[in-house]
Nanobody
Framework: QVQPVESGGGVVQDGGSLRLSCAAK????????IDWHRQVPGKQRRWIGS???????VYEDSVKGRFAISRDNAANTVYLQMNGLKPEDSGVYFC?????????WGKGTLVTVSA
């Protein structure tokens, strides 16, 4: 199975921090980009950020300055460092990458920020 696995979710207070991990089951060094998405109940998943194979990152406006994506190619792992968490950041966080025109999604990890 090539589905990545997210971990690191949990319950934190408003203003707290979490670091999520996305562990791939294959080499990620040559994958063009790995993305993070967030989904809340009853709504569609929304893209929140990406990291390219060169290490370049881009973010959705609401998380700029608070979230940071990094990668460790040797560990086949991408991280999402989340600081200054707000209640509206709550949701299930998914990582995703595309290989040979197919999107591979993890099952998600739940983040709850107390209001």
């Amino acid at each position: 199975q090539v589905q990545p696995v997210e971990s690191g979710g949990g319950v934190v207070q408003d203003g707290g921090s979490l670091r999520l991990s996305c562990a791939a089951k294959e080499s990620i060094a040559s994958i063009a980009a790995i993305d993070w998405h967030r989904q809340v109940p009853g709504k569609q998943r929304r893209w929140i950020g990406s990291i390219t194979n060169r290490g370049t990152t881009v973010y959705e406006d609401s998380v700029k300055g608070r979230f940071a994506i990094s990668r460790d190619n040797a560990a086949n792992t991408v991280y999402l460092q989340m600081n200054g968490l707000k209640p509206e950041d709550s949701g299930v966080y998914f990582c995703k990458y595309m290989k040979n025109a197919i999107n591979y999604w993890g099952k998600g990890t739940l983040v709850t920020v107390s209001a």
